[in-house]
């Protein structure tokens, strides 16, 4: 059984990685891989050093012999020099290379290959002719057995160094059996290049445009969304956006599919309102990409880092487009968060559903309910659940959601979960079961205060950052809860991200 060693109430010592808003891994550049993050982090498989690289000697530009023997949190690999952690990214545990000092910091050093010398044995080629140039993976040189085999213990070793929990009950990460192909939504930034308009991912940790033709971890009909659409595009003279100018008009293509019903999103978001040849751009889109339902035009006009605008306009077809889940029918918008590899989402929300174990006479609540998926699986065995979400167009879609599966017994509230959670405790709400959803940086403290506060006798909790996931379960174990059980999913092969669903359980009844 997994334990907390602090004592109750004592502050949790690991420090997250604060996210923003809802967004999921990768929401900073490329593929949904977090290829911004610097490869620090807690290790996997390498033990971890006190001694400060501005103490050990190391200079940039230092050349040294390296034996990777773990995996950073961001998908660098990990060696020691002169008993100083070193960050190599794309290098695999096993790998013996000649590294260089590219960066030092206060306790850690970042550094580049100049020569693999012997080659892991869990190396292999890389499926993308871009990899290492387009932020979006992290992992493709690695096998993918060794990649679970890495998230697996990427997981027990956070939960350990930074929750102080001992021998955590970690299952093996569940895999796919094919890990390509499988997103159903990409958000890709437009440019120019010779005079021709490109589209692709940004480059890590930068927003340096790295065209593609077609990504192997996207949906088919997301790579053929973008294509047609640079193609429509070009024909019909829509400039790119320029960043550092502000000018040009189309910023990204959205592409989205649904997995089930095979019905495909194609969204323009662009600089301004007036869209030149909309409905032509519309009518040959959908004659050109088969599947194609939607055809909408997003108007950001804002000089910003944030993908969508306010405004959402339907150009062509339906303003959303529907997929199934669960038995469950689901409308999704271009504005609207959903999971995006749906075979690996039922997973997790089936392991979710178990942890929760509701029955017909108990509540429960979702917390960060996004298009309340959770929420209306859950409502299928509970008395009632109550969905909690602070993006209104995903509630929105949440309540339609709720209509065409004719669901009652489900209320959705808009607001952040730290402050409608009290506000349900004061209405007397006191759930059997408290699912916890988080965006990366995880839940606020007043969250953990409400649910300890509610008292439920279970708590799920579905995370896509160890870290933080850490953080908050010591919080939780300091309330009086247990770490009855952790799955992680592969959510997003090749990259370092890992999807973790937790089950506490509250230790006195």
């Known amino acids: 059984m997994a334990t907390n060693q602090r004592k109750p109430g004592a502050k949790a010592r690991g420090k997250g990685r604060p996210g923003g808003g809802r967004s999921r891994p990768g929401s900073g550049g490329g593929r949904d891989g977090g290829g911004g993050r610097r490869p620090g982090g807690g290790v996997a ?53 000649d590294a260089e000092a590219t960066e030092i910091r206060r306790d850690m050093v970042y550094a580049r290959v100049v020569h693999l010398c012997v080659p892991s044995p869990d ?17 493709q040189h690695i096998s993918y057995e060794r990649q679970l085999e890495l998230k697996t213990e990427m997981v027990r070793e956070t939960l350990s160094r930074i929750g102080k929990f001992t021998e955590p009950r970690v299952l093996p990460a569940l895999g796919m059996a094919n890990p390509w192909g499988f997103r159903n939504k990409a958000q890709f930034p437009v440019g120019m290049r010779r005079g ?25 009909t997301n790579n053929r969304i973008m294509a047609e659409a640079l193609r429509v595009a070009a024909k019909y003279g ?21 997995a089930e019903t095979g019905q495909g999103m194609a969204a323009f978001v662009t600089n301004t309102r007036v869209f030149p040849h909309e409905r032509e751009i519309a009518q040959e889109m959908t ?10 035009q997003n108007v950001n006009t804002q000089r910003t880092n944030i993908i969508l605008g ?19 029918r689901f409308k999704v918008s271009a504005e609207s968060f959903a999971q995006t590899n749906p075979a690996q989402a039922k997973v997790t929300y089936d392991i979710a559903l178990t942890y929760a174990g509701v029955g017909a006479a108990d509540d429960a609540i979702d917390a960060y309910c996004g298009i309340g998926t959770i929420t209306l699986l859950l409502a299928r065995k509970a ?14 879609d949440a309540r339609n959601n709720a209509r065409i599966n004719r669901i009652n017994n489900v209320e959705f509230l808009l607001g952040d979960a730290e402050k409608v959670l009290p506000d349900l405790a004061k209405r007397g709400v006191r759930p059997e079961v408290l699912v916890l959803d988080p965006p990366r940086k995880g839940a606020d403290n007043e969250v953990i205060r409400a649910a300890l506060a509610m008292a439920p006798r279970r708590i799920v909790y579905v995370s896509c950052e160890p870290a933080t ?9 300091g309330g009086g809860y247990k770490l009855a059980e952790v799955q992680p999913v592969d959510m997003f092969p090749h990259t370092a991200h890992v999807e973790t669903v937790v089950l506490m359980s509250r230790v006195k009844d």
């Open 45 to 97: 498989g390498a033990r971890q050093g006190t001694s400060e690289a501005t103490l050990s000697g190391i200079r940039v530009g230092d050349r040294f012999a390296l034996t990777i023997d773990g995996l950073g949190h961001s998908g660098a690999g990990v060696g020691r020099h002169r008993d100083v952690a070193v960050f190599a990214p794309y290098t695999c545990p096993g790998d013996q290379i």
């Open 123 to 139: 190396r292999t080629t890389p499926a993308c002719p871009v990899y290492g140039s387009c932020g979006g993976c992290q992992l």
């Open 196 to 220: 021709r308009l490109v589209a692709g991912f940004y480059g890590p940790g930068s927003h340096r445009l790295v065209p593609v033709e077609t990504c192997p971890v996207q949906h088919p």
């Open 238 to 258: 829509i400039s790119a956006y320029d960043e550092r100018s502000g000018e040009g008009m189309l910023r990204h293509i959205l592409a989205k599919v649904a």
């Open 287 to 296: 004659n050109r990409v088969p599947g194609l339902s939607s055809v909408v």
């Open 310 to 328: 306010q405004v959402t306009r339907t150009l062509a077809g339906e303003p959303v487009i529907e997929d199934r889940l669960g038995g469950l």
């Open 383 to 396: 008395r009632k659940v109550y969905g909690i979400e602070n993006v209104e167009a995903a509630v929105t």
């Open 469 to 477: 996931l850490a953080r908050d379960l010591a919080k939780l174990a």
